[in-house]
């Protein structure tokens, strides 16, 4: 099965424009979510949106930063797997289902534990277990599949404008033309410090939250400390998922168009895909971050390069 190029028209040869477009202009899909909450061993929980068609193959989808179940992203490819035979789990992390989550905690881009709950819940009810993860949860994915011998229970993983070296990704986004995308990232997050503050008033303090310019200052006065690491650029090394994908044991693919506003191009895992004969990468000329879009169609072009890539991984074949 072959991938198509992403050839899209001339105003969306731009990352800024295909990105915005895809974000605020693209339509909805409308689905049947029904909602399961997933408590957790330490008195938390999980809430997952499920369609469930009593297919035999299951795809988790993993949304970004300050993302939901509800990201067009996320429905767009609920819509197009659950079409064509898939049953769908789209993952709300801590926190980002609408109602905040019990404990200290909340969710980063390395918290793989929790998608290890996720998987073993349903590891036992289907043939089949696809991981696909979008920006912060492509991240989380290939990290998932590659820190562990995750073979037995996956049997292939898509990671989409993903940033795989997190220091890198998250200076790009303290850059000038990337300053409209930091500012609405830090409303929801700031928004969560201050009901996390109600909950651990002694642990999240807000004294100088409004101080935080930056992602990466957020992540050094926030994400950080609270999930049990030294600092940002300690978090960043942990868990930049570059470093796993040489081991990942599923066959995966990583889709980051080069004018991604988000991720600069220096550091896209060329190399670490080359080590792994399982891994490939696709790196359009266009395409922006999480956008694709093709215009006054129903699915984006990585919707359908989804599609092809599970299908090509399945055995279950429709």
Same mark, same amino acid.
């Given at each position: ?32 979510? %029904? ?13 997952? $949106?499920?369609? =469930? ?19 067009? !992203? ?49 590891? $036992? ?8 993860? =979008? ?56 928004? %969560? ?6 909950? !651990? ?18 992540? $050094? ?8 690491? %030294? ?38 895992? =060329? ?37 092809? =890539?599970?299908? %090509? ?6």
């Amino acid at each position: 099965m072959e991938f198509t190029e992403y050839e899209p028209t001339l105003f969306l040869k731009n990352g800024h424009i295909n990105t915005i477009y895809a974000s605020l202009c693209r339509p909805a899909h409308v689905l049947s979510f %029904k909602r399961e909450k997933l408590y957790t061993p330490d008195d938390d929980f999980l809430d997952l $949106d499920t369609l =469930f068609k009593n297919n035999r193959r299951l795809a988790i989808l993993c949304h970004g930063l300050e993302g939901t179940s509800g990201s067009k !992203y996320i429905l767009a490819t609920s819509s197009i797997l659950s079409k064509n035979y898939w049953d769908i789990v789209a993952v709300n992390y801590r926190g980002c289902s609408g109602n905040i989550n019990n404990q200290v905690r909340m969710y980063h881009s390395g918290a793989t534990d929790d998608l290890e709950l996720v998987v073993n819940l349903f590891k $036992d009810a289907y043939r089949e277990i696809h991981l696909v993860g =979008f920006s912060l949860g492509g991240n989380l994915v290939l990290k998932y599949c590659g820190e562990a011998d995750r073979s037995q229970t996956i049997k292939s993983v898509v990671a989409i404008s993903t940033p795989t070296n997190l220091k890198a990704g998250s200076l790009q986004l303290n850059t000038p033309s990337n300053l409209l995308y930091t500012k609405k990232f830090l409303a929801t997050l700031k928004e %969560k410090i201050r009901l996390k503050h109600a909950q !651990y008033p002694e642990i999240y303090k807000v004294e100088k939250l409004n101080e935080i310019k930056t992602v990466y200052e957020f992540d $050094d006065y926030y994400t950080a400390p609270i999930h049990g690491f %030294k600092n940002a650029d300690d978090y960043y090394q942990k868990c930049s998922s570059a470093q796993f994908i040489e081991s990942i044991k599923n066959p995966g693919l990583i889709i980051n168009a080069l004018d991604d506003p988000f991720l600069p191009n220096e550091f896209y895992p =060329f190399e670490e895909v080359r080590n792994n004969k399982l891994m490939s990468i696709l790196s359009p000329k266009n395409g922006g971050h999480v956008g694709f879009v093709k215009f006054g169609k129903k699915y984006y072009w990585s919707d359908e390069q989804i599609k092809m =890539f599970l299908e %090509k991984n399945s055995e279950m074949p429709m």
